[in-house]
């Protein structure tokens, strides 16, 4: 780290004794940054030492209605007391009232639960196969699937073999077939790519791990309309954009789209365990019979209850009006300090991603905002990601874009602008 930007983590912290142990046993396949969380609250986190620092993360999304919700808590609390698993040999009092709630909310009709979004993604892919197969008619094995470069769905072996970065597949071989990946946001492409053996179109609204990058206008309408012509399934992956992210219950909202399917999770767990669940029409859905799919863990009652009070709780505490409203503030506070450092501003919601001038390392500032008290990611594209619990305040998200400007400053580079 840059000894410049102040010395909030002490260089002492690189050697903490559960660090030093995480190295030891745990499979390092993450790159943490060097801080051991004890405990946090709404939008804040506390390391061992008793440094506070402020989420701008949420752990990507799912911790949206911040960190110990008391009524999140309070459901998990009480339904952990009463029932907290059967597995789905049988039926129980929590799954359907959550899953009518979820129903509703999307506007489709049927939902099949699981627990993390790559098996929400998962489901996606058998239920879009199936359906080409038993209902359009395509030769079982032939079934294809567009999805677009710079995508990121989860880490299973189908789902990176038809990712863009290579550091995802290599040496995962061999991959799946059945995929053509096209440009993001290009419908002439989709078009191109289209084939009677189509099944589905796979995206997501906007692409949260490829650097917050936001399709051109009227590409999602334009798509539901080449989807509904073709009889090809669209598919949103809201895993990350969906429950009010973006300042709508959807991001496909906000161009007046329903998709035939959507995979959501993170926050639908309401940052207390992990809650997914595949959403979609009753032509889809009814194509699964028993033994055809299914998770020891999906949709058991702790989880519905939970899913179900986290539903709740986005609509009842006006979370979906907040993030459009602060989420337009923060795009607005970061575009009127006219920083030469920064070279773009996208998203929607409080879902923003800050690309910084190839002068500025994204993820050496990333380090040196956790030092000044922030906590947050980089992803492609030299971007910083800035994405909150939508339960943030105005004068945290204000005091969090003003230590954001002054570490550019800070780390030098080009001169400010006049």
């Not at 698993?85 to 799954?95: G, K, N, P, V």
């Not at 290599?170 to 799946?176: I, Q, S, V």
């Not at 692409?207 to 798509?223: H, I, N, Y």
């Not at 500025?360 to 008290?373: K, N, P, Q, T, Y």
């Amino acid at each position: 780290m840059n000894a410049r930007l102040g010395t909030h983590i002490e260089s002492t912290d690189a050697q903490h004794p559960l660090i030093a142990l995480d190295h030891e046993v745990a499979a390092q396949n993450y790159a943490p940054l060097p801080i051991v969380a004890e405990r946090a609250e709404g939008a804040y986190i506390w390391d061992t030492a008793g440094r506070r620092y402020l989420d701008m993360m949420a752990a990507y999304s799912a911790v949206s209605f911040g960190h110990g919700h008391p009524r999140l808590v309070g459901a998990l609390v009480d339904q952990a007391r009463k029932l907290a698993i059967t597995s789905r040999a049988m039926h129980s009092d929590q799954l359907a009232p959550f899953l009518a709630e979820l129903t509703r909310v999307t506007g489709l009709p049927k939902a099949l639960p699981m627990n993390t979004g790559a098996e929400a993604v998962e489901t996606a892919l058998k239920a879009a196969r199936k359906w080409a197969h038993k209902v359009k008619g395509v030769a079982d094995g032939a079934q294809e699937i567009i999805v677009f470069d710079n995508n990121f769905h989860g880490r299973t072996t189908t789902v990176i073999s038809f990712s863009s970065h290579a550091s995802y597949k290599a040496g995962f071989g061999p991959l799946t077939p059945g995929f053509k990946s096209v440009p993001f946001g290009d419908i002439e492409a989709v078009r191109a790519a289209l084939t009677p053996n189509t099944a589905a179109v796979l995206f997501e609204p906007i692409q949260g791990e490829g650097g917050v990058v936001v399709p051109p206008a009227g590409f999602l309408k334009a798509l539901r309309e080449l989807c509904t012509q073709e009889r090809v399934l669209m598919i949103a992956d809201e895993i990350q954009t969906g429950m009010g992210r973006t300042g709508r219950n959807f991001a496909c909202e906000h161009e007046g789209v329903l998709p035939d399917a959507y995979c959501l999770g993170k926050t639908l767990g309401g940052g207390l365990l992990p809650v997914s669940a595949f959403v979609s029409t009753a032509e889809v859905m009814d194509l699964f019979v028993p033994g055809s799919h299914g998770s020891t863990f999906g949709g058991y009652p702790l989880a519905a209850r939970v899913g179900l009070e986290a539903l709740r709780v986005m609509q009842e505490e006006g979370l979906v009006e907040r993030s459009e409203r602060l989420g337009k503030l923060l795009r607005e506070r970061l575009a009127a300090a006219k920083h030469p450092m920064i070279t773009d501003i996208r998203g929607r919601g409080l879902m923003v991603g800050v690309q910084l001038h190839t002068s500025v390392d994204a993820h050496e500032f990333v380090e040196g905002l956790a030092e000044i008290g922030i906590i947050t990611k980089d992803t492609h594209r030299n971007t910083v990601r800035l994405s909150p619990p939508l339960v943030i305040g105005e004068r945290e998200l204000e005091w969090a874009v003003d230590r954001f400007l002054q570490l550019l400053d800070d780390m030098g580079g080009l001169p400010k602008a006049a």
